[in-house]
C-alpha cells in the first residue's frame, strides 16, 4: 500500500513516503494537532489482516514505548485507521550509518563515541527485557545529537515463551534496508539480517542480548575498518564465514585504531554466545575507557580477557537457510579445511519474492518441483493480481525470476540434467530453458495430472482427468499410450507418473471408478514398452522416489518408505517425515518434490482447499464478502439468479473427492447444499425461471447434465453422456435452449464443441459451434440474439459472439487473448478476462441490427482462485462477484528439509 500526500490517519497527515521496510512503510506526516513533523510507519494492507503480523506490530509499539533514552527513537503514538495500523515516532534527521559507511571507514574518535552510545541504547533496551535483534547500520540513524538506534521491528521480549530449536528458518536476503522484507518471527525461525546474525541464530535459536552484542562487534568493525566482518559471494558460502572464519584484525585492516578496540570486538564476535562479552554496559565502559587513552600501551582493559574463538563454535556447521545444502557443506570444508561436521537435518522455509504469491495449490496442480541435484526449486506463482508464471529460483543464490512465456503455468517439472523445464499451460505440454529462451509446445489439448522426464529424452504425462499414462520424446512427436487402464477392476485414470533410477521402470497412482477419488486406489511400478506392472502399496496420492526411499502423502503426513529400486519392493515400514503436508483429497495429490541428493521441498498446511465468495465493485475494489471461506472447486463459478438474491456454485466434499451444489444467500451469507446424492457436481448454472438449475452429474455409471428444483420437488436428465468417463460442462440457458460444452474423455486430445439442448428434453442435442478448434463458456446474451464464446482458433484463447442460432454472423471481440465472457443484465455490456487477468468491459449496442462491439476499458486485475469461470456479474452491472483465495493462504511457503535420509539411517 502507497500512501498519497494528504492521506490522514487519525490527526497525522501525510507528506512524503521516507522508506519501506519489512513491516512497513515510512513516511514523513504532520501532526495537526501539534504542528509537528513525525515519522509515521504503517503495516502493508496486504499484511495488515494477518494475526501474527499484527501482533508482531504491537509488540514493536510495547517495546519501542516501553523505551525513554536519548540514542533511541521516540515513540509518539499509535493508533489504527480503518484497516490499517501505525506508528507515530519522532522524525529524525540525519542520515543512516549504512550512508555514512559508504563513503568509508570513521575516524577512531567516532568510531568509540558513536559505538559507545549504541551500546548504551541496546544496555536500556536490554534492561527492559527487549532484544533488537536486527542491530545494523541501516537502523542507527547519525544525527547532530549522535547516534539514535532505530527499527525495533524486530524485537522481541526477552521472557516471551514459544522458543525452540531448529524446526523451521526463513530466510532473508543477505542485505535489507532499513529491515528485512519479509521474513517473520516464528519458533525456531531465523530473523535478521545475514552480515551480522550470530551464529546461534543461523541456527534458529532464540537471540537473547548477547546476540545484540554480536551484531554490536560486527558494526564496530564496519566503523572502524570500512569493511564487514564476514562476507561471501552467496549465502552459503556468507553463513560459512560466520560459523567457521575469523575476521582479519582490526589493527592489520586499519593500523591506526588502538588494540583495545581489536580486543573488545573480538570478545563480541566470540562463535559461543557463553564466551562472549556478556553485556552492552561492558562494551559501552570499555569504549569510553578506550576513547580516554587506556589503551595507549596496548594492554587490554581491565576485565576483559582475550576471547578466542571457540573450536566448538567453528565447527558447529547448521544450516540455517534454504540455500543449498551440498554448495555450504563445500564451502565450510574450504574454510575450515577439516571434513564437514554432522549436520542435523534443519527444516527451511522458502518464501517467494514480496508481492508474489504462490499459485493457489487446490487449483493449481502440483506447482513445485526440484532439480535432481538439488539446487534449482521452480514454482508457480503469480505478481500481484497477474497470472500464474513459472518461477525458478537457485538454491544456491538469492532471489527468484519468472520465465517469459510461461502464463498459466502449472505441474513444472525438470530434465534429468537440470537445465530445462516441462510444464502444463494452457492445455498444452510446454517445455522451456531454466536460463529462459523460447518456449517449445510439445503435445496440445492436453490437461495436467503429472509429468517426468528420464535420461532417454522420454517424457510421460497425464493429460487428462481420466485416461492412461501418455509418452512423448522431449523434442516432441507423437503421443502413445505408456500404460493401459484396466478395465475389470474399473480403473478410470492412471496419473502421476514419475520415473525411477534406471529410466525404465516408473510409478503412477491407478484410481478406479466410485466416488471421486476412486475406491482402493493403488500405485503401481509400469514399464516402458510394456503393459506388465506390479502393485506397490494402496494409498491415494502421488508417489515419487528419492535416495532410495518412496515419498508420499497418508492423510496429511509425508511419509518415507524404503524401498529397493532394483527389485521394486519395500524393504521397511513408512516413517513421518512432515506431518502437516498440504494434500488435495479430490485429485489425490500433495505437493512435494524432491532431488537425489537428500533435499525435499514441501508446502504445508491448507490443506482443504478454500476459497472466498467477495463483491468487487467496477474499481475493482472489495464490496464485502459473502458467508465464510469454503471449498469451492475448480469449476467454481459463482453464478447469480436471476433475481440477484442467491448464487450457486460447486463446493467440494473431500472426504469423497466429488463435489455438492450449493445455493448461497448473497445477503447473510447462508449456505444450503441443493445435491443430496453421492454424484460428483463440479458445476451448476440458473435456468431464467430461477426456480431451477442444471447441474453437472457423473457417477461411475456415466454422466450428464441434470436439472434439479432448488424447492426439493424433482430431478430430471437432459442430457447424458455417451461417454461413461465424460463430462457435461453446462453454460447459459434462454427460453428453452440451453448451451453445453460436452468433454469426451475416450478420445484423449478431442476438441471441445458447443452444442445446444431443449430444456424440454425434446429433439436431443444439436452443435452450434463445432470446429476444428476448442469452443467452450458459450453465453447467450440477455434477449437471446448473440451468443458470446470463447475459441482458440487463433492460437490463443480469445472472445467471439455469434448470432444465435446459427447460421448467422461471427465477431471476434477480443484482440489480444481473452477468455471466460459474461454479459450485463442488460445486454449494453461484455465482460471477460484478458491474458494479463484484467476484467475487460466492451460496449455493446443491443438495438443496432448486427452485432456491433464499441470501446473497450479495462476495469481491473483480478486473479480469483484460479480455474475457468470465476465471476459473475451482479444484475445492475455495478458489482462482480468473484471467488478469491483467503489472504491466510496467500501467506503460505515451501517447507525445504535438508539431509533428511542421514535422519532416516539414524532411527
Not at 494528504?6 to 490527526?11: D, E, K
Not at 456454485?649 to 449456505?671: F, K
Request: hydrophobic share 40%; with cysteine; charged share 20%.
Amino acid at each position: 500500500m502507497t500512501l498519497a500526500s494528504g492521506t490522514r490517519l487519525g490527526p497525522y497527515e501525510i507528506v512524503s513516503p521516507l522508506g519501506a521496510g519489512g513491516m512497513g512503510e515510512v513516511y514523513r506526516a504532520r501532526d495537526t494537532r501539534l504542528g509537528r513533523d513525525v515519522a509515521g510507519k504503517v503495516l502493508p494492507e496486504h499484511l495488515s489482516s494477518a494475526p501474527d503480523l499484527r501482533a508482531r506490530f504491537e509488540r514493536e509499539a510495547r517495546a519501542v514505548s516501553s523505551l525513554n533514552h536519548p540514542h533511541i527513537c521516540t515513540l509518539h503514538d499509535v493508533g489504527r485507521e480503518g484497516e490499517t495500523d501505525f506508528l507515530v515516532m519522532e522524525l529524525v534527521e540525519g542520515e543512516t550509518l549504512a550512508d555514512r559507511l559508504a563513503r568509508g571507514a570513521l575516524p577512531t574518535s567516532e568510531v568509540l563515541r558513536l559505538g559507545a552510545q549504541i551500546a548504551d541504547a541496546l544496555d536500556r533496551a536490554h534492561r527492559a527485557g527487549i532484544v533488537h535483534r536486527d542491530l545494523k547500520p541501516g537502523n542507527v540513524m547519525l544525527t547532530k545529537s549522535g547516534a539514535k538506534l532505530m527499527d525495533f521491528g524486530l524485537a522481541r521480549g526477552a521472557g516471551i515463551p514459544g522458543t525452540g530449536g531448529a524446526s523451521g528458518v526463513t530466510m532473508a536476503a543477505p542485505s535489507q534496508s532499513p529491515t528485512m522484507s519479509r521474513p517473520l518471527t516464528a519458533e525456531g525461525r531465523i530473523v535478521g539480517t545475514f552480515q551480522y546474525m550470530a551464529p546461534e541464530q543461523l541456527e534458529g535459536k532464540e537471540a537473547d542480548e548477547r546476540t545484540d552484542l554480536w551484531a554490536l562487534g560486527c558494526v564496530l568493525y564496519e566503523m572502524a575498518t570500512g569493511k564487514r566482518a564476514f562476507e561471501g559471494k552467496s549465502q552459503a558460502t556468507l553463513i560459512a564465514s560466520i560459523i567457521g572464519s575469523e575476521p582479519a584484525p582490526i589493527s592489520q585492516v586499519a593500523p591506526m585504531n588502538p588494540p583495545a578496540l581489536d580486543r573488545l570486538v573480538q570478545a563480541c564476535l566470540a562463535k559461543e554466545s557463553t564466551e562472549r562479552i556478556q553485556s552492552a554496559h561492558d562494551v559501552k565502559l570499555q569504549l569510553s575507557w578506550i576513547s580516554e587513552g587506556g589503551s595507549q600501551a596496548g594492554a587490554p582493559a581491565p576485565g576483559l580477557a582475550p576471547a578466542a574463538p571457540s573450536r566448538r563454535g567453528r565447527e558447529r556447521l547448521a544450516w540455517g537457510v534454504a540455500v543449498a545444502a551440498v554448495v555450504l557443506a563445500a564451502a565450510a570444508i574450504l574454510v575450515l579445511n577439516r571434513p564437514a561436521p554432522k549436520i542435523p537435518a534443519v527444516r527451511a522455509s522458502l518464501q517467494p519474492p514480496a508481492g508474489v504469491f504462490f499459485s493457489s495449490t487446490t487449483q493449481t496442480p502440483l506447482p513445485l518441483a526440484i532439480s535432481q541435484d538439488g539446487t534449482i526449486v521452480a514454482f508457480c506463482a503469480r505478481d500481484g493480481e497477474g497470472p500464474d508464471r513459472l518461477w525458478v529460483r537457485s538454491l544456491g543464490e538469492d532471489g527468484a525470476h519468472p520465465l517469459a512465456g510461461t502464463e498459466d503455468a502449472e505441474g513444472p517439472f525438470f530434465s534429468p540434467d537440470g537445465r530445462s523445464l516441462g510444464f502444463f499451460a494452457s492445455g498444452k505440454l510446454k517445455r522451456v530453458d531454466v536460463a529462459g529462451g523460447p518456449v517449445i509446445v510439445l503435445a496440445e489439448r492436453v490437461d495436467s495430472r503429472g509429468a517426468t522426464w528420464n535420461r532417454d529424452g522420454v517424457i510421460l504425462f497425464t493429460g487428462d482427468s481420466f485416461g492412461p499414462v501418455s509418452r512423448i520424446a522431449a523434442d516432441g512427436g507423437g503421443v502413445t499410450a505408456a500404460t493401459a487402464l484396466d478395465s475389470t477392476l474399473g480403473e478410470t485414470t492412471h496419473r502421476y507418473p514419475h520415473f525411477l533410477p534406471d529410466g525404465r521402470h516408473f510409478l503412477y497412482l491407478a484410481r478406479r471408478a466410485g466416488a471421486g477419488a476412486g475406491e482402493n486406489p493403488t500405485i503401481y511400478a509400469g514399464t516402458l514398452g510394456s503393459n506388465e506392472r506390479r502393485p506397490l502399496l494402496e494409498v491415494a496420492s502421488n508417489v515419487i522416489y528419492a535416495s532410495g526411499y518412496l515419498l508420499y502423502i497418508r492423510g496429511t503426513v509425508l511419509v518415507a518408505q524404503p524401498f529397493d529400486a532394483g527389485s521394486l519392493k519395500a524393504t521397511g515400514p513408512a516413517v513421518p517425515l512432515v506431518d502437516d503436508a498440504r494434500m488435495d483429497k479430490r485429485f489425490s495429490r500433495g505437493v512435494f518434490a524432491a532431488s537425489t541428493n537428500g533435499v525435499i521441498v514441501c508446502m504445508t498446511a491448507n490443506s482443504e482447499a478454500r476459497s472466498q465468495l467477495r463483491w468487487l465493485d467496477r474499481a475493482g475494489r472489495p464490496a464485502g464478502d459473502v458467508g465464510e471461506p469454503a471449498g469451492y472447486t475448480y469449476g467454481g463459478t459463482p453464478n447469480i439468479s436471476p433475481d440477484g438474491l442467491t448464487a450457486v456454485l460447486p463446493i467440494a466434499n473431500p472426504d469423497r473427492g466429488t463435489s455438492d451444489i450449493w445455493l448461497v444467500d448473497l445477503a447473510s451469507g447462508r449456505r444450503r447444499k441443493l445435491t443430496v446424492d453421492t454424484n460428483d457436481h463440479p458445476a451448476a448454472r440458473w435456468l431464467p425461471d430461477g426456480k431451477s438449475v442444471v447441474a453437472t452429474s457423473n457417477h461411475k455409471d456415466g454422466g450428464g447434465l441434470d436439472v434439479i428444483s432448488i424447492d426439493g420437488t424433482g430431478t430430471r436428465t437432459i442430457v447424458t453422456m455417451s461417454d461413461a468417463n465424460g463430462f457435461a460442462w453446462p453454460s447459459s440457458a434462454w427460453g428453452d435452449r440451453f448451451l453445453y460444452t460436452p468433454q469426451p474423455r475416450t478420445t484423449p486430445g478431442a476438441n471441445t464443441d458447443v452444442l445446444v439442448v431443449s430444456l424440454s428434453g425434446n429433439g436431443g442435442s444439436e452443435p452450434f459451434i463445432a470446429t476444428k478448434a476448442n469452443e467452450a463458456l458459450a453465453q447467450f446474451s440477455p434477449h437471446g440474439r448473440w451468443v458470446a464464446y470463447q475459441s482458440d482458433e487463433t492460437g490463443r484463447p480469445e472472445v467471439f459472439v455469434a448470432a444465435f442460432p446459427q447460421p448467422g454472423g461471427r465477431w471476434q471481440v477480443s484482440q489480444g487473448g481473452g477468455s471466460e465472457p459474461r454479459w450485463s443484465r442488460d445486454g449494453r455490456e461484455l465482460f471477460f478476462i484478458d491474458p494479463e487477468n484484467n476484467l475487460v468491459a466492451v460496449e455493446v449496442d443491443p438495438t443496432a441490427a448486427g452485432f456491433q462491439a464499441g470501446a473497450s476499458r479495462t476495469l481491473f486485475q483480478v486473479h480469483g482462485a484460479g480455474g475457468e469461470r470465476r465471476y459473475d456479474v451482479a444484475p445492475g452491472g455495478d458489482r462482480f462477484l468473484v471467488t478469491v483465495p483467503p489472504e491466510a493462504d496467500l501467506a503460505s511457503s515451501v517447507t525445504l528439509i535438508t539431509d533428511w535420509t542421514r535422519k532416516m539411517r539414524e532411527r
